[in-house]
């Protein structure tokens, strides 16, 4: 049973241990909470992140048509839902400097890095022309050009990966802060604590991005989690954690504003939960039996982030007709992006036995 | 302007699947979300949703419809969307362009998907099978399930634990209906934690219990891999005989359909390598029952590996109470005197197809499935070679310090005089399996190659 979207929740810092703080705590934690504000957008950067969560949508529907029309193969796992999490974070970070690691849900995530949907698509489909030259596939994609490091199909591994992205970040003193976004399930593994551990005993810049969408395949979040709130997930290692409603991207953008500069400032690695929810099966294919229509139908009609900002645009005396406008130019993008996937050549076959090694022994 | 609905994929290696209902009749709006209708396949139900705007039009296939093709137009939709629809307007092409796909379609389906050529050698001539036993045919997946379930009724102390494996039936449907015959406290769903639970059935073995532990693939058992080793399979050994660990680590391992090179994966000589562990890879529904029985019932660590391209297919099984195979024996499914072909799991299959097409041109091989990997059966590997002269190892995986460099190894060294060619090994190709159609076809094991190799050995 999906619990609705909470608001963002107070963080109680735990009680201080022997060893001594190695840092001040974030203002917004030690304040008595987050009281994350609402990011107060101006019209221009709603519009933008109304098109960019639009993009994500239609960009996914589209995979899913093509899945089923047999261009896209193996798992491909839709984003469809979550739009506002990674629109919400990814435009308040610096794309030249941070780093971005996820796992095999990852559509959304390369879109909001600025990666150009067409050589996103022809990679779901196997071309050449595709981001891995057709050799990753939906779940191993990557562009280091756009700080972006995949696109991983084990669950968890990302997490540990990002924590040594943000190593090498602090290393190298290149002020760059790396988002690790993982899910509520990626959220039980093993290596997720370990790499906790040490991103505090470090004081690493690593913000932990967990997208709560209430179930990992079929196994909701309470079947699954001894501590079902897992923005206190990081309590027991120091590392203050914020729940906060991933519905909403101005919700979202404002927290992770917040966050942002505590952990710029040296502050260490801090864990947002993100509550969201995803429309589609697991991957495309998922019997759903584990979950209620009306379940999804009910999220889909109250919460939707798109519908929710669409609200706010109108609101705000934006016209109907140039959001529909809008949306003709993101669906011309990602019709584009389709048939450029459709048409570009599969992979030579000597691109089999490249990249193996990148010297020759 | 009509768009063509038609029968998606649902899965990676579905082909077909029942049109179980409809949600919609002709007449009806539909917007994007929708769900339109409800498909069975033999893994799943799944709901089909509406991507476009429209009108239903037409309904071409009816509920209830089964076998139905996928790619074949299930209904027809009038777009009403005009303010997007130039850019709506490209449906039909690619609806048109999706029919000049079947072939692609087909040729991404890997050759192993292909229905493999019968053993020549039924079940019923085994010797350990009664005279006049009826044979019955069922599914891998079936028989596994079976096999579970016999073990856990015989058993009390035989618990399945894993992810997706109760409420969910089994994240590829092997351990359907466990839960509602044996409840919640022996078919247990666990968090995303491999190393985590390998850990605990591996304590829970040295306590007492029988476990089996699902990986949802073995490509997640690298998580788990040491609590495999270092601990299910050194116990007994470290602690003198005093500790055991009774315990199946059980999976789908090996390549699937295009899921890429972190999920495709053949985990037998990685295993095979480890002594203290058994390592079990059937090929047929009978061996998966038999074997399974034997993995649950013996005191030993077994690691037995699945295929999941191979669940769905049916093969006939002896109608025996009780039908336990013992472990370390390889099987003969086609007698020949020509050429030996040595393979397990799915590259059986191929192995056996490549015999059938060697046949046509005179050349006649023995093929023998292993079917477990430790400890090997190097009596009749050697025996056949003894008669043959010749060996080729198809394997579905890579070729470094595989199971056929180690059937290689065993011909130089106890078979040497027998050989009248050297021994080729038959294997994917040694890269990270790719994604790409074209590129995963190229890169995985098939009959074509063996029969090349074969005919190499046989200087023909
Ligand atoms: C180590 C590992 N175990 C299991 C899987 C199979 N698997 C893939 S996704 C998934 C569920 C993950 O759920 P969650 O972390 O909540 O992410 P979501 O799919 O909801 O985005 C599972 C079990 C895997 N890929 N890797
Ligand atoms: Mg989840």
Request: hydrophobic share 40%.
């Amino acid at each position: 049973m999906a619990k609705s979207p909470r608001k963002t929740t107070p963080v109680k810092k735990p009680a201080a241990a022997k060893r001594p703080p190695a840092k001040p705590k974030p203002a917004v934690h030690s304040t008595g909470g987050l009281k994350a504000p609402i990011y107060s957008a101006s019209k221009e950067e709603m519009l933008d992140f109304y098109e960019q969560m639009l993009l994500i949508r239609r960009f996914e529907e589209k995979a899913g048509q093509l899945y089923g029309l047999g261009l896209i193969g193996g798992f491909c796992h839709l984003y469809i839902g979550q739009e506002a999490v990674v629109t919400g974070l990814q435009t308040a970070i610096n794309p030249g400097k941070d780093s971005v690691i996820t796992g095999y849900r990852d559509h959304g995530h390369m879109l909001a890095c600025g990666i150009d949907p067409k050589i996103v698509m022809a990679e779901l489909t196997g071309r050449a022309s595709g981001i891995s030259k057709g050799k990753g596939g939906s779940m191993h994609m990557f562009s280091v050009d756009h700080g972006f490091y995949g696109g991983h199909g084990i669950v968890g591994a990302q997490v540990s990966l990002g924590t040594g992205l943000a190593f090498a970040h602090k290393y190298k003193e290149d002020g760059g802060v790396c988002l690790a976004y993982f899910g509520d399930g990626a959220s039980n593994q093993g290596q997720v604590y370990e790499s906790f551990n040490m991103a505090e005993l470090w004081q690493l810049p690593v913000i932990f991005v967990i997208e709560n969408n209430q179930y990992a395949m079929g196994t909701s979040v309470n079947r699954s989690s001894a501590e079902d709130q897992l923005y206190r997930r990081g309590e027991s290692f120091r590392i203050p954690g914020v729940q906060v409603d991933g519905m909403d991207v101005l919700a979202v953008r404002g927290a992770v504003e917040e966050v942002l500069k505590d952990v710029r400032s040296g502050g260490g690695p801090v864990l947002m939960e993100l509550k969201t929810y995803r429309y589609r099966g697991h991957s495309m294919s998922d019997p759903a039996k584990y979950r209620s229509r009306d379940e999804v139908q009910d999220v889909r009609e109250k919460s939707d982030p798109i519908e929710r900002l669409k609200a706010a645009l109108l609101k705000q005396g934006v016209k109907e007709e140039d959001l529909k406008a809008l949306d003709k130019k993101v669906r011309k993008t990602v019709m584009e992006a389709a048939d450029f996937a459709e048409e570009s050549p599969e992979p030579a076959l000597s691109e089999l036995y490249t990249n193996v090694l990148v010297e020759q022994y | 302007m009509a768009i063509q609905l038609k029968m998606p994929a649902l899965s990676p290696t579905m082909e077909e699947g029942t049109l179980a209902k409809w949600f919609v009749k002709e007449g009806d709006e539909v917007s994007s979300g929708d769900i339109l209708a409800e498909i069975e396949t033999d893994k799943a139900t799944m709901e089909f949703e509406a991507v476009d705007e429209g009108v239903i039009t037409k309904i071409l296939v009816a509920a209830g419809t089964d076998e139905v093709p996928v790619g074949a137009v299930i209904a027809e939709m009038a777009g009403e969307d005009e303010e997007t629809g130039p850019a709506d307007e490209e449906k039909p092409a690619s609806a048109s362009k999706a029919e000049a796909e079947p072939e692609a379609t087909e040729e991404v389906k890997p050759e192993i998907m292909e229905t493999a050529p019968p053993a020549p050698i039924s079940r019923a001539d085994d010797p350990s099978v009664p005279a006049g036993t009826s044979l019955v045919s069922i599914t891998v997946r079936e028989a596994l399930r079976d096999a579970m379930a016999e073990e856990m009724r015989k058993d009390d102390t035989v618990f399945v634990m894993g992810e997706e494996v109760a409420e969910y039936q089994g994240a590829y449907k092997v351990t359907q209906g466990l839960l509602d015959e044996f409840g919640p406290k022996r078919v247990i769903d666990t968090p995303i934690t491999e190393h985590g639970f390998a850990g605990i059935g591996a304590g829970a073995a040295m306590g007492g219990l029988k476990p089996i532990v699902e990986f949802m693939t073995f490509n997640f058992a690298m998580q788990a891999i040491d609590q495999i080793i270092n601990s299910a399979a050194k116990t007994n050994y470290m602690s003198g005989g005093q500790m055991r660990c009774p315990i199946v680590f059980r999976g789908p391992n090996g390549a699937a359909s295009r899921v890429g090179a972190q999920h495709s994966q053949n985990y037998g000589p990685w295993y095979a390598a480890v002594p203290g562990l058994v390592v079990i890879a059937p090929y047929d529904a009978a061996d998966a029952k038999g074997l399974l029985k034997a993995a649950i019932q013996t005191p030993d660590p077994v690691v037995f590996l699945e295929n999941e391209l191979l669940y769905g297919r049916s093969f006939e099984i002896p109608e025996i109470d009780d039908y336990t195979l013992p472990i370390g024996k390889a099987r003969i499914m086609r007698e020949g005197s020509d050429v030996t072909i040595v393979s397990y799991s799915i590259g059986v299959g191929l192995a056996l197809e490549a015999a059938d097409n060697l046949a046509g041109e005179g050349i006649e091989a023995e093929v023998i499935d292993l079917r477990t990997l430790r400890p090997l059966d190097t009596e009749t590997v050697l025996k056949s070679l003894a008669k043959t002269n010749r060996m080729v190892v198809a394997e579905e995986g890579w070729p470094t310090c595989s199971i056929a460099s180690e059937i290689v190894a065993l011909c130089m060294e106890q078979g040497f005089d027998d050989l009248d060619a050297p021994v080729m090994r038959v294997t994917n190709e040694d890269v990270p399996l790719p994604y790409a159609a074209n590129l995963e076809k190229a890169a995985l094991i098939d009959s074509a190659r063996i029969v090349a190799a074969v005919k190499k050995v046989c200087y023909r």
